[in-house]
């Protein structure tokens, strides 16, 4: 157990709909990422967060998008859904805003019908 | 654009057969090069981390090595438990990650 909990852990819905992810990283952890995993692309970086402020995107759609709150809990809200969007999508907390340690959750399998 | 490529996509190993997995990558700037591993259905678990070429880690029976293109994870009389996909990835002065797309271990009794 990494200690990084992510909610919920499956998720099915329809294309057109908007989901939200939660995750909740490791106590002390001021880093938040997230990640997709699908079986063509493998496992991509979407974005970071450290202590509330975005600090790194990589190939994140501009229907997704992410925060960090007071609490350093983050979600990642995901919208107009699309078939292509079934994925595993992972997040992952450090201590740091650049520390080479992170501990992933385990993760949130969303499918799209 | 940075790029991850992973060798071999699979591997089949006799208990206590050593082998070497290979990541070849191209990277604008090498901020440090990460080895995880990934069981299925769970969330990668960090192994390693190299910044510089010449550099080496080890862990039990892991060893990982860097060169200025490509890192090699060594296992050494790997054990069945050490049955997972083994994914390797750069990050950028950009801080931007790439995975590989992982080598699947099977280690056989």
């Known amino acids: 157990d990494s200690g990084v909990t992510q909610t919920p852990k499956h998720l099915i819905t329809a294309t057109g709909q908007r989901v939200t992810l939660r995750c909740s990283p490791r106590s002390g952890d001021l880093s938040v990422y997230w990640y997709q995993q699908s079986l063509d692309q493998g496992l991509q970086f979407l974005i970071q967060y450290y202590n509330g402020e975005e600090r790194a995107k990589g190939n994140i759609l501009e229907r997704f998008s992410a925060q960090q709150f007071p609490d350093l809990h983050s979600e990642l809200n995901l919208s107009s859904l699309e078939l292509g969007d079934s994925a595993l999508y992972f997040c992952a907390s450090s201590v740091e805003i650049r520390t080479d340690t992170q501990y992933f959750g385990p993760g949130t399998r969303l499918t799209v019908l | 654009e940075d790029q991850v490529t992973q060798s071999p996509e699979a591997l089949r190993l006799q208990e206590g057969e050593s082998s070497s997995l290979n990541c070849s990558y191209t990277?604008?700037?090498?901020?440090?090069l990460f080895w995880y591993r990934q069981d299925p259905g769970k969330g990668p678990e960090f192994l390693f981390t190299?910044?510089?070429a010449g550099e080496e880690k080890e862990k039990e029976r892991l060893k990982a090595t860097l060169t200025k293109k490509e890192s090699f994870l060594h296992i050494t009389a790997p054990k069945p438990e050490d049955s997972a996909t083994y994914l390797c990835a750069v990050q950028d002065y950009g801080q931007n990650f790439v995975f590989g797309p992982g080598t699947r271990l099977s280690v056989l009794p």
């Open positions: 190299l910044y510089s």
């Open positions: 990277v604008s700037g090498l901020r440090g």
